[in-house]
Nanobody, 116 residues
Framework: QVQLVESGGGLVQPGGSLRLSCVASGSIFNVNYMGWYRQAPGKEREWVATLTHSGSTLYADSVKDRFTISRDNAKNTVYLQMNSLKPADAAVYYC??????????WGQGTQVTVSS
């Protein structure tokens, strides 16, 4: 079993920055990729960014050049650095882990509010 715990959300003004963290614990091995998703009220959950086991990164067009996904293997942590935040970025952000055998795990989410 794998547990994912997100943190780092909060209230930020438009144009501001936040760094989200996702700490993985448990049977962490054979990770294929980890990613961040978000879900705003009344909307479906949408993909934000992916970091593969080889270190490749992918971003949704809406966050490209503003968000950066990275990891610290020693801390079993994946980060999402979010800059130039917009009101449209407000959502609950979720961390996802997918193993090589396609097992899938989600965190509980962390709220990001962008408002002046």
């Amino acid at each position: 079993q794998v547990q994912l715990v997100e943190s780092g959300g909060g209230l930020v003004q438009p144009g501001g920055s936040l760094r989200l963290s996702c700490v993985a614990s448990g049977s962490i091995f054979n990770v294929n990729y980890m990613g961040w998703y978000r879900q705003a009220p009344g909307k479906e959950r949408e993909w934000v960014a992916t970091l593969t086991h080889s270190g490749s990164t992918l971003y949704a067009d809406s966050v490209k050049d503003r968000f950066t996904i990275s990891r610290d293997n020693a801390k079993n942590t994946v980060y999402l650095q979010m800059n130039s935040l917009k009101p449209a970025d407000a959502a609950v952000y979720y961390c996802k882990l997918v193993t090589m055998t396609q097992l899938l795990y989600w965190g509980q989410g962390t709220q990001v509010t962008v408002s002046s």
